[in-house]
């Protein structure tokens, strides 16, 4: 298996060149890192359950609404049907 050393170092060098320019333009190596906490994901996750419990809610407010709307229906349809 031939090796072309020369295409090696050159992408070694074009690689370090790119690591020096990122250092240079975006600061030391801590302020560059972000740290990996998971608040993002925590409060993504409490807004998510806050929307759930919202639909939850709405689902049977008007699944309660609609159903005391025909309790109410059916006595007035019985009783104009029983008085003949």
Known sequence: MARNHDAILLEAVKTHRNRLLGAFLTGQLDGR?????NRKRFTTSIVLAAVACAVCVGVSFVSNTL???????????????ETP
Do not use: G, L
């Open 67 to 81: 159903a005391t709307q025909q309790q109410q229906q059916k006595p007035a349809a019985t009783s104009s049907s």
């Open 33 to 37: 890192r972000v740290i990996n906490d």
